[in-house]
């Protein structure tokens, strides 16, 4: 399977790769010459994330904030972005508000959309250039999409990331598992611990999903034990969870 996606993915993106490497800003050629270093991860975790993300379709990942989940999806998806192997990245989450305190900004959706989108934009700029990042974004290749659009589209020769899924509801997650296409890579990444709805999550659903028919999905799981953003981030995170009591972790 994996073999057979990297043939797919080789032949469809010779067009894309050029339009992706060299991109024409003001009449002249901007060079996409960034070779960033590999992904170096910090942890057992980290290094379990990084092998699944590698041979497999979808990947669901769980765990505390901090433990670089959506960091490391985001950056694995722009070196396959700068590397021409995909043709789109599609980055979302749901229940992002539309009321009250967004409708004070001014923009289109997307434009309201795009500060949750911030954390996850600035991965990517790191590895394929701040440039590069928004003409991909002015293409259409790089795409910050509320959850509420996403009904009724097909996404193919794509990485999609869902953010924050601890927060669908069981409809919303099949929504989003049902509109992967062919040649994607979806990531799917969550706390369980912390879902902000009152109905059972859809994040909770999928996991049950896949344990009971044992689908072919890794489900990788962080603790706060893996968390790499700051000792006090860690701190906090044990503190709320009642794991220990809270204590600065040294750095």
């Known amino acids: 399977m994996g073999k057979q996606l990297d043939r797919k993915r080789s032949r469809g993106s010779r067009t894309h790769q050029s339009a992706a490497e060299i991109i024409v800003v003001k009449g002249s050629k901007f060079q996409h010459d960034r070779n960033p270093p ?6 057992a975790a980290q290094a379990e994330y990084l092998a699944a993300l590698r041979r497999s379709q979808q990947i669901v990942a769980l765990g505390p904030a901090g433990a670089g989940k959506t960091w490391i ?3 694995f998806a722009a070196d396959l972005f700068r590397q021409g ?6 980055l979302t989450r749901p229940n992002v ?4 305190s967004l409708g004070f900004f ?3 959706m997307e434009e309201k959309f795009a500060p949750w989108a911030v954390p996850i934009a600035e991965a ?6 701040a440039g590069a990042f928004e003409i991909a974004v002015k293409r259409g290749d790089i795409e910050m999409v509320p959850f509420e659009v996403m009904r009724g589209r097909t996404w193919k020769n794509a990485f999609v990331l869902l953010d924050e899924a601890q927060n669908t509801s069981v409809m919303e997650i099949k929504t989003f598992l ?12 969550g706390d369980v611990g912390q879902s902000d709805i ?8 999928m996991i049950e999903l896949i344990e009971a028919h044992g689908l072919p999905v890794p489900v990788i799981e962080f603790t706060a034990d893996d968390i790499v953003r700051s000792g006090l981030c860690a701190m906090w995170v044990r503190a709320f969870e009642g794991d220990a009591a809270p204590r600065l972790a040294a750095e």
């Open 178 to 189: 049902t509109r992967v296409g062919e040649d994607c890579i979806s990531v799917v990444n």
């Open 73 to 75: 999806a985001a950056t």
């Open 106 to 108: 001014p923009g289109t």
């Open 97 to 100: 508000p539309c009321g009250r």
């Open 85 to 90: 192997r995909i043709a789109k990245i599609i």
């Open 124 to 129: 990517i700029k790191e590895r394929i250039g």
């Open 38 to 43: 590999p992904i170096k991860p910090l942890n």
């Open 198 to 205: 009152r109905e059972t999550s859809g994040l909770l659903r």
